[in-house]
């Protein structure tokens, strides 16, 4: 079963339905990050979506959602 919910404006594939409360932690750390600046233990923006894109998932729906990938 597949499942989708807006986030930001934008659609985001859920496998399961606790999987919203994952992409809404996600987002909030993203966001968090952002705000603060924080990109540890990377030593850039850049480095950490790059790690966090290889991981895939819902965390890169999220970064496109935010338009950092």
């Known amino acids: 079963m597949t499942d989708t919910f807006e ?3 934008r659609q985001i594939v859920l ?3 606790s999987d919203r409360v994952v992409a809404e932690r ?3 750390h993203i966001q968090r ?3 603060e600046d924080d990109w540890r ?3 850039s923006q850049t480095d950490a ?3 966090w894109a290889r ?3 819902i965390r890169v729906q999220v970064l496109e959602v935010l ?3």
């Open 7 to 9: 986030l930001n404006g």
């Open 55 to 57: 991981l895939g998932g």
């Open 49 to 51: 979506l790059q790690a």
């Open 41 to 43: 233990p990377y030593l």
């Open 15 to 17: 496998k399961a339905s």
């Open 67 to 69: 338009n950092l990938l």
């Open 33 to 35: 990050r952002i705000d």
């Open 26 to 28: 996600v987002m909030r």
